[in-house]
């Protein structure tokens, strides 16, 4: 039986990948057709909004921890086509993102040339480009997502992006769920379970609604395929925490002023107020994108059930597995968007999850 299952599984990713090329076939053979026809060439605008008023005073903009500037890159002819932004913590887990990506949606790249890291010369982020979608890793916790965060802002806004889509994609710890669901963020909360981020400004705090795309939400969650999929994908509120221990009431840190009893209160309080994850940056990024007039959206994968301990114990491979969840959703996402439709639970050919078994053969013949 797991065999049948893995074995659909493959063929509907294969169909779905050749769903996608063909759709590219069709689009660029239109692309042509239409590009051979004289067209007076439309003058962009950034989407963005509520952007820096002196933005256009800088003259180069210097984004620092990208290593870019505007002096030395043409940002609209290098960035201008992008229409998603990926983010997750990591360099290596953006890397594999960016190559498992570029798969998914269809396209090659020479065997003998390699993804290039663009911020390389920085040493601090990960930025990879593949067609259409920016790959960027976002380090650990609050102020590491909020400084990128504004140089990829000003970066679509130089580069004169149309409505780009932001998601982040990580791990957490769940919240009464089972490891390797996958939870889709429907309301970023802080440490006072509030709906914004704080922002202390010439030391006065202001709190900026974290804000997050609630049809993007759905159309994420939407992307589940229960005839097929091992996992779970659930909709819910996040607790952001400004650290890993402590800020999440965990008994493992190196210091620790609670109770095993006071912790387990805060976890039952917090799942009460229909938090299902807690995690280090849905806060800044909603907050951050919103301001911005972003669509933006959290997806992310329980690693472990804080009600039933604390630290992370399953195997690596098990944890490479469920981390590859939420890009699997994100994947699907995507080809939606790019090619018109994808291959989901709907599909007639590859769903049979509310068909009827046949009828033992036995029994036929015995009638």
């Known amino acids: 039986m797991a065999c049948g299952n893995s074995l659909a599984k493959d063929v509907n990713e294969l169909k779905a990948m050749v769903k996608a090329q063909n759709k590219r076939i069709d689009k660029l053979i239109k692309h042509i057709k239409e590009g051979c026809e004289a067209k007076e060439e439309k003058q962009l605008e950034s989407t963005m909004c509520n952007l820096n008023p002196y933005l256009e005073c800088l003259n180069p ?40 990506i570029m798969k998914e949606i269809g396209l090659k790249m020479n065997t003998s040339v390699q993804l290039k890291n663009l911020a390389e010369e920085a040493h601090r982020y990960a930025l990879y480009k593949v067609g259409p979608v920016l790959c960027a890793s976002h380090g650990i916790g609050g102020p590491s997502i909020s400084i990128v965060l504004h140089e990829l802002i000003k ?6 992006c149309q409505n780009p889509i932001f998601i982040r994609m990580g791990t957490c710890g769940g919240i009464g769920v089972e490891p390797g669901t996958v939870i889709v963020t429907s309301e970023a909360l802080d440490g006072q379970l509030r709906p914004v981020y704080e922002v202390v400004v010439h030391t006065i705090p202001e709190l900026r609604p974290t804000k997050l795309d609630a049809d993007l939400a759905n159309e994420l969650k939407s992307m589940s395929d229960p005839c097929n999929d091992d996992f779970d994908v ?34 039952q309080h917090i799942s009460a107020a229909g938090v299902v994850n807690i995690e280090m940056e849905s ?3 909603a907050a951050i994108t919103s301001q911005a007039c972003i669509r933006a959206a959290v997806i992310c994968v329980a690693i472990l059930n804080r009600l039933d301990g604390d630290q992370v114990v399953s195997a690596k491979d098990t944890l490479k597995d469920w981390d590859s969840r939420p890009q699997i959703l994100v994947a699907r996402y995507m080809r939606k968007v790019l090619f018109g439709s994808d291959e989901d639970c709907n599909d007639e050919d590859s769903c049979n999850c509310g068909a009827v078994p046949d009828p033992d053969p036995k029994q036929q013949s015995a009638e």
């Open 283 to 285: 806060a800044p990024f």
């Open 234 to 267: 659930v909709l819910g509120k996040t607790l952001c925490a400004n650290d890993f221990y402590e800020g999440q009431s965990r008994l493992d840190s190196a210091f620790c002023g609670y109770t095993p009893e006071k912790k387990m209160a805060f976890l």
């Open 61 to 100: 903009d210097i984004l620092y921890h990208l290593s870019l500037s505007s002096d030395t890159t043409d940002f609209q002819k290098v960035f201008g086509d992008v229409r998603f932004v990926c983010m997750g913590g990591t360099a290596t887990r953006m890397h594999k993102f960016a190559h498992f």
């Open 155 to 160: 970066l679509m806004h130089h580069a004169k």
